[in-house]
C-alpha cells in the first residue's frame, strides 16, 4: 500500500519523527523494504556508535482511510520509535505509484484504491482446503500468568468445522497458499516477540492487545482448542481490579464487574474472556495499562500469604491505591469426617515381549472426601480450604482416621505403587496379583460399602 510522508505526522510522536528524519538524512537507514502484500515493512536502522537495530513494521488503514502503523524495533524503546520513523520515512520517498494511471489520481482515492487491493487480497475463495488457526491460552511462572498462541493448521471439512490440528511452525517465511496476508502480519509481529520455534508465541508485547485484535478480526482465534467456539470481540468492559477468593481459598485478580467464570487477560489494557459466551474485550480499569495489565498478571495468593502482600503492597505504594488482597471472613470446622473413597479402575501395560496371561494391571485409587474437597492421602496440609461464598471455611483434617482406613487396606493386601503420579489419589494394587483381586471384589467389597466407603468402578476394571 501507498502512504505520504505527511500522515506519519498523525501516527508518530513529533520527537520521534523529527529524529527519524535526521537519520535518514545522515544516511543511517540499511534497509527497508516492503514485503508480501505491501503491507509489512522490514527493515534495519543504523543506531549510535555501531549499534544496528531490526525493525518489522505493519502498515494498514481504518475504516476511514486513515493510516496506522504498528512498528517493532529491537532497541530499547521498541515500539514506533525513531529508527522506525526513519525507516518509514525512507519506504515513503522511494514509495511510486503501482500503475502510471495512478500519477494524476487526488490522494482520498488513492487511498481508496489501496483498500481495494487489500480487501481482494483477503478475499480468498473458501474453498482451500486448509486454514491457519489462532487457540489462545494461558500459562504461568514464576513472575506471573501471560497469554500464549498456538498456531496451527486444519483441513476444513466438508460436513462443517475443522478436521485434525497440526502445529503450524513455518512462521511468516512460509509461502503456502492458504495463508492470507493477515495472517502473515500476524505471524512476522508474532516472530518478533517471545517465540518458542513449536509454533507457540508468548504475548508479552507492547503491542500484544493490538495482536488479539488483529487475531479476532481472522474469525479463527479460540480458545484452547479448535473444537471451542470462534471468539468474538465484545463491548469495553468499565470495571476496577480487585481479588476475587477462589473455592480452593486463594485469591486471584479479577475484572469486579464481570460475569462469574470470566477469565482476565494480561495484556495492556487487560481483556476479559468470557468462555461460555465466546466474548472478549478490553477491561477499562481506570488505572495506566502497564499498571493494570501487571496486577492481571498476579499469581494466586494463598490465604496464609494474603496479609503480608497487602502490607507490602501499602509500604511500596503510598500515593497510589491499588486493589490488595483482603482478609476474608473465616469459619474453623473441626466436625468434618474424612470418607474414604475407592476409584477401581484398569490399564494395560506397556510391554513387549510374550505372557502367559492377558497385559492388564488393576488399581484401586484412594483418596478422602472433606465435604466435597478431595485429598490426596499422602498430602501433608493440615487444613483444607473451601469457600462458602464471601467466607472461607479452614476445615481440620483427622490423620488418625485418614491412617486406620489406610492401614485396613494394607491388612487386605493391598500395597502402594512404587512410582506415585501427581493426582488426587494415592493408587494402590494387589502386593499377591489377581487372585487377590477376585477375593477382594468378590468377599471384601460389599463388606466396606457397608462401612461407609465409597466406591467407584470405573469401566475400564
Not at 37 to 66: C, Q
Not at 320 to 345: I, M, Q, S, W, Y
Not at 385 to 402: P, T
Amino acid at each position: 500500500m501507498c502512504f505520504r510522508k505527511d500522515e506519519l505526522e498523525n501516527v508518530l510522536n513529533p520527537l520521534f519523527l523529527q529524529s527519524g528524519r535526521a537519520y535518514r538524512e545522515q544516511g543511517s537507514v540499511i534497509s527497508a523494504e516492503l514485503q508480501k502484500g505491501r503491507t509489512l515493512i522490514d527493515a534495519m536502522v543504523r543506531g549510535s556508535g555501531a549499534s544496528v537495530y531490526k525493525l518489522l513494521i505493519d502498515i494498514g488503514r481504518n475504516p476511514a482511510g486513515e493510516l496506522e502503523v504498528t512498528g517493532q524495533c529491537s532497541c530499547l524503546e521498541r515500539y514506533n520509535c525513531k529508527h522506525v520513523a526513519a525507516a518509514l520515512l525512507e519506504v515513503a520517498e522511494s514509495m511510486e505509484p503501482q500503475d502510471q494511471s495512478e500519477a494524476g489520481l487526488p490522494r482520498e482515492l488513492g487511498i481508496w484504491l489501496d483498500r481495494l487491493r487489500e480487501a481482494e487480497r483477503c478475499a480468498q475463495p473458501d474453498e482451500l482446503p486448509d486454514r491457519l488457526l489462532f487457540l489462545l491460552n494461558m500459562e504461568a511462572n514464576n513472575a506471573g500468568s501471560f497469554l500464549t498462541v498456538t498456531t496451527v493448521t486444519a483441513k476444513r471439512l466438508k460436513s462443517g468445522g475443522d478436521g485434525k490440528p497440526v502445529r503450524y511452525t513455518a512462521g511468516a517465511a512460509a509461502t503456502d497458499r492458504f495463508l492470507r496476508p493477515q495472517d502473515l502480519s500476524i505471524l512476522s509481529l508474532l516472530e518478533n516477540g517471545h517465540h518458542r520455534g513449536d509454533g507457540t508465541y508468548e504475548m508479552r508485547s507492547p503491542i500484544a492487545s493490538q495482536l488479539l485484535e488483529a487475531m479476532l478480526e481472522t474469525g479463527r482465534c479460540h480458545w484452547d482448542s479448535k473444537d471451542e467456539p470462534v471468539l468474538q470481540r465484545g463491548k469495553p468492559l468499565q470495571s476496577p481490579l480487585a481479588w476475587e477468593l477462589e473455592a480452593d481459598g486463594t485469591q486471584s485478580v479479577r475484572a469486579e464487574a464481570a460475569a462469574e467464570g470470566t477469565l482476565l487477560l494480561p495484556l495492556a489494557p487487560p481483556w476479559y474472556l468470557e468462555l461460555e459466551a465466546g466474548l472478549c474485550g478490553p477491561v477499562v480499569t481506570g488505572l495506566p495499562d502497564t499498571l493494570a495489565e501487571t496486577l492481571a498478571a498476579a499469581p494466586p495468593v494463598s490465604f496464609n500469604q494474603a496479609d503480608a502482600l497487602a502490607r507490602a503492597m501499602e509500604d511500596s505504594f503510598p500515593d497510589r491505591t491499588l486493589p490488595a488482597p483482603r482478609e476474608p471472613e473465616t469459619k474453623r470446622r473441626d466436625d468434618v469426617p474424612p470418607v474414604p473413597c475407592l476409584r477401581l479402575r484398569s490399564e494395560k501395560e506397556d510391554i513387549h515381549f510374550p505372557r502367559e496371561s492377558e497385559p492388564w494391571e488393576h488399581y484401586a485409587e484412594l483418596y478422602f472426601d472433606y465435604d466435597g474437597l478431595a485429598v490426596h492421602p499422602m498430602d501433608e496440609e493440615p487444613l483444607l480450604f473451601h469457600r462458602k461464598g464471601d467466607a472461607l471455611e479452614l476445615i481440620l483434617r483427622h490423620a488418625d482416621e485418614e491412617i486406620a482406613f489406610f492401614e485396613q487396606l494394607v491388612d487386605l493386601g493391598f500395597g502402594p505403587e512404587e512410582v506415585q503420579p501427581d493426582d488426587d489419589f494415592l493408587p494402590l494394587t494387589f502386593l499377591d496379583g489377581d487372585d487377590g483381586w477376585f477375593d477382594f471384589v468378590l468377599l471384601r467389597l460389599p463388606a466396606l460399602r457397608e462401612e461407609g466407603w465409597r466406591i467407584d468402578v470405573d469401566p475400564s476394571f
